[in-house]
């Protein structure tokens, strides 16, 4: 039985409005929540990039006023 990429997806998206700090805090809680205190057999690792805003270039299919 694992937490699985569903699960993560959710707790990501119910915080997608926190802070990345509050984010992780968040996963780690479900997750700790799911094993209901069994050991770790293994060590957790979660990184999160947050992108503030989407380059131009890729805002618009790769299309800026240079090329276009």
Do not use: Y
Request: without cysteine.
């Amino acid at each position: 039985h694992e937490f699985g990429e569903r699960r993560l997806v959710t707790a990501l998206r119910a915080g997608w409005s926190e802070t990345v700090d509050d984010l992780v805090e968040r996963v780690f809680a479900n997750l700790d929540a799911f094993s209901e205190g069994a050991p770790q057999s293994d060590d957790q690792t979660l990184v999160l990039v947050r992108r503030l805003a989407a380059p131009a270039a890729l805002a618009t299919g790769g299309q800026t006023a240079k090329n276009a």
